[in-house]
């Protein structure tokens, strides 16, 4: 009997073995090894991508907010964590008892949106602020497809979705903590289902669960707003009294009772959503203490609830395959109990529907080839890609490219390309608030269209995700980066991990857009052992996350002799493309000195000089030589493109930078006012004279390429 059992296992493993489940028409040749295309089974991440396409609730709006700058409201006076913290939400349940706080009665800030522009006592603020926001459950419209109503609904998940909150942020729901996320710059969520308050019963069905602004992308499902926090803008005498305020809204969002009658929130019916952000810089941090921009704080980016069914698609890479023009080639990753599915692809447009079936862990890796409109700057064509699984159904709209160097050579689609780039921050158009919206993101693309470019660099960190999903549709090329800036902590262990998590997001959330072609994993960072080794590690991550895209840096040049500059930053070795900032002629002599430079590099690749330029303030005119003039600036860009011309090995240009930026670091009156003037476009948003050198320079260039 023993023998028999032992050869029946024997059989069942060999079976297996000889044709994992996952073995279906299009999917990886046997061999294969695990995670080849970056994915990597669920438990790693839980990131949810492509929330444009997803049913969501809209928290965006006016949060109430406690300003904290001792951080009264986390720990106790013995500086330990304390249980009773702001993220009850207390109410003092009668005249004797004693509660120092009260959300209600507080300021309101708009979210999305940084805090420092909003306010100006906020300006140069760092540290905590509590946000709270609360929503009852929307009641979405029973019986449409896709649409459910998740609390008490089988099948039903619900996410808390932050596009990004600069810095450190502890969440918590209805008084528990969720969870912690630290980096300003990528998104993060945090699952609800079980934190979730049921309505009361007297709430089912009232009406004032819905009203909406947004147009839904699910048709379906409506898009609701909670904004009961300002209830519109608040007249400046009524500031936080609760009741009085009335907004130019209809009157049936003011007939929801706010109620507030014990310290557990309890008596508040809605769910409350509580954040602290805290924007404090850390020498341990990334970026570090000193960064050449404005530390802006606060839930930058939209907050949303994105509700899923049990089992849903949450994360996907479909891309061509490396060096490929028409091998897709990508993998899918299930979340939820029911991992072993059918999967389905589609591509309407290009005939494609391939079928596939998902492991244990959810996940399944495929390739196969497609005839497909490639995705390029001149023709910037999008595809829709429908993925369907047995419980659920996305829709994406993706772009397909190839990107690979040879040589000094970036090629496009196979082709020579040169990146005629710009590199820009995540300053909101004539504004000094951060960037955050669609419209930020076509005015600043438009404008860098409109200087004839191709490319631009994003710096120094992600930005929101309208920049590359705009970038996709008008046909930008993009480099994306994490804040491993200037001088971090090369051995700190949590560093490295931070920076990491940092760069996982980043390319989590971008991976599947076809104008990103450049992940950079630092900016001017200085030569050494221990930051070679730290960003080796992160080029290994960058690398094993997404094996389609280019990588590199921004580095600096040395000089084999008085106007000699060398690329040859060690670290030159690990990356596909070497960039390279230079401020010959500011911060480096004067601009006739590019006259003087030939470059030269050790290494048989693409270089781009990722930085170049000098400041001028806008309007102010004088001669060439006069500092801060846009003559000044003009006459330095016609210089640096002179001695940019005679780099053979150059393979793109962006300079630093398309509008003017705040920074702390810029404090001369009357020029900067906290103003980094180096931008080609000023924070009025007037072109300066170096604008249209720029603009000229890359349509010669464009001549050249036709
Ligand atoms: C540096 C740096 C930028 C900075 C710029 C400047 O090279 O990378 O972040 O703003 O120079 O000095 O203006």
């Known amino acids: 009997m023993k023998v028999v059992k032992l050869s029946f296992v024997l059989i069942l493993f060999f079976a297996i073995n000889a044709y994992p489940l996952s073995t279906v028409p299009g999917t990886l040749p046997k061999g294969t090894p695990y995670g080849a295309y970056g994915g990597r089974p669920m438990a790693e991440r839980n990131l949810i991508i492509n929330v444009d396409h997803r049913p969501t609730v809209s ?35 009668n005249k004797t008892e004693l509660v120092e706080y009260d959300f209600d ?38 019986g449409d497809a896709g649409a459910s109503d998740y609390q008490g609904k089988p099948n039903t998940r619900v996410f808390v979705y932050f596009g990004a909150a600069n810095y450190h ?28 308050r049921e309505p009361r019963p007297s709430q089912e069905g009232s009406p004032s669960a819905v009203s909406s602004g947004r147009t839904n992308r699910v048709s379906s ?60 810089r850390l020498r341990e941090g990334v970026p570090t203490l000193n960064t050449d921009w404005w530390n802006y704080g606060g839930l930058t980016r939209r907050v949303e609830l994105i509700e899923v069914p049990e089992t849903f698609i949450r994360d996907y890479f479909i891309q061509l395959k490396k060096g490929s023009l028409k091998t897709i080639a990508g993998w899918i990753q299930l979340d939820g109990k029911q991992t072993s599915q059918t999967i389905t692809v589609e591509i309407p447009e290009a005939n494609v529907k391939q079928t596939f079936n998902t492991n244990d862990d959810g996940y399944v890796e495929f390739e196969f080839d497609a005839e497909l409109q490639l995705w390029s700057p001149e023709n910037p064509k999008l595809y829709d890609v429908i993925i369907k699984s047995q419980t659920d159904s996305l829709t994406d709209s993706i772009g397909f490219r190839s990107v690979k160097t040879e040589g ?33 993101a076509e005015t600043l693309l438009g404008w860098a269209k409109e200087m004839n470019c191709n490319f631009v660099r994003l710096a120094h960190y992600p930005h929101n995700e309208y920049m590359p999903r705009t970038a996709d549709r008008l046909g930008m090329l993009v480099w994306s980066e994490i804040p491993v800036y200037w001088t971090i902590l090369w051995e700190n262990e949590s560093t ?45 991550r960058a690398k094993s996350l997404d094996p389609t895209r280019l990588i590199t840096a921004a580095m600096e040049k040395s000089s084999e002799g008085r106007n000699k500059p060398v690329i040859n930053d060690p670290f030159g070795q690990y990356v596909d493309v070497l960039g390279c900032n230079e401020y010959i002629g500011w911060y480096e002599g004067l601009p006739d000195r590019c006259d003087l430079y030939t470059w030269k590099t050790i290494y048989n690749k693409p270089v781009i000089i990722s930085e170049f330029g000098g400041g001028a303030l806008g309007g102010f005119h004088a001669d060439k030589d006069t500092r801060w003039s846009e003559e000044y600036q003009e006459y330095l860009y016609e210089k640096q493109i002179k001695m940019l011309e005679k780099i053979p090995f150059l393979a793109g240009t962006s300079p630093w930078i398309l509008t003017d930026f705040m920074s702390p670091r810029r404090p001369l009156p009357r020029i900067q006012d906290y103003w980094n003037r180096k931008g080609l476009i000023s924070d009025k948003g007037k072109k300066k004279k170096a604008f249209y050198v720029m603009q000229r320079f890359y349509e010669k260039h464009k001549q050249n390429e036709q």
């Not at 300003?67 to 986390?74: A, C, L, R």
């Not at 499902?221 to 009741?243: A, K, L, M």
């Open 59 to 93: 928290l965006n709006g006016k949060w109430r907010v406690i300003i904290d700058p001792y951080e009264n409201g986390y720990y106790d006076y013995r500086y330990l964590p304390s249980k009773n913290g702001y993220f009850k939400n207390a109410k003092a349940r």
């Open 105 to 142: 009665k507080s300021g309101v800030l708009n979210v999305p949106g940084d805090w420092n522009s909003q306010q100006d006592k906020l300006f140069f603020y760092e540290g905590t602020i509590w946000y709270k926001k609360s929503f009852p459950l929307p009641r979405l419209a029973s």
């Open 169 to 196: 942020s502890i969440v918590y729901l209805n008084g528990q903590k969720l969870g912690e996320h630290t980096g300003g710059f990528t998104p993060f969520n945090f699952e609800i289902t079980r934190h979730v």
């Open 221 to 280: 499902i409506p898009t609701v707003h909670f904004d009961n926090e300002g209830r519109g803008e608040p007249r400046p005498s009524q500031e936080g009294s609760p009741s009085a305020v009335s907004s130019g809204r209809t009157n049936r969002v003011s007939s929801i009772p706010t109620v507030h009658f014990d310290n557990e929130g309890r008596g508040e019916k809605d769910n409350f959503l509580i954040v602290k952000v805290d924007n404090k």
């Open 408 to 440: 000094t050579k970036i090629l496009l689609n196979g082709k020579p390309i040169f990146l005629r780039g710009i590199c820009i921050h995540e300053q909101a158009p004539k504004s000094k608030a951060r960037a955050y919206s669609k419209e930020h």
């Open 496 to 540: 490295l991990k931070n920076a990491l998590s940092q760069l996982t997001e980043m390319i989590t959330r971008d991976k599947n857009r076809a104008s990103v072609i450049l992940w950079s994993v630092a900016n001017e960072t200085p030569v050494g052992d221990a930051r070679n080794e730290f960003l080796k590690t992160l080029v290994e």
